[in-house]
């Protein structure tokens, strides 16, 4: 049987970019303003080519198939 379920999450989005550049990078001076920047432009990507996937940076469908045991992001329609 496949499932098709759309969560929505106004901040998770923002707070999921900025957790993972932080992680990815050192935490000092020098690269917290480099962090910051990487994370805008992370952010711009959800308006632009991410936006397939992610309506309005909060909304985002998964179809599940409990047969096949996967799972996938839809496209927007």
Same mark, same amino acid.
């Given at each position: 049987?496949?499932i098709?379920?759309t969560l929505?999450?106004?901040?998770?989005l923002?707070?999921? $970019?900025?957790?993972? $550049?932080?992680?990815a990078?050192?935490?000092?001076?020098?690269?917290?303003?480099?962090?910051?920047?990487?994370?805008?432009?992370?952010?711009?990507?959800f308006?632009?080519?991410?936006? #397939?996937?992610?309506a309005?940076r909060?909304?985002?469908t998964?179809?599940?198939?409990?047969?096949?045991?996967?799972? #996938? $992001?839809?496209e927007?329609?």
């Open positions: 049987m496949k098709k379920i929505k999450s106004p901040d998770a923002y707070a999921c $970019v900025h957790d993972a $550049v932080v992680e990078m050192p935490d000092d001076l020098e690269a917290g303003e480099f962090r910051e920047t990487v994370t805008e432009r992370m952010n711009q990507l308006d632009g080519p991410l936006c #397939r996937w992610i309005y909060e909304l985002v998964i179809e599940i198939d409990t047969e096949a045991g996967t799972a #996938r $992001v839809c927007r329609s």
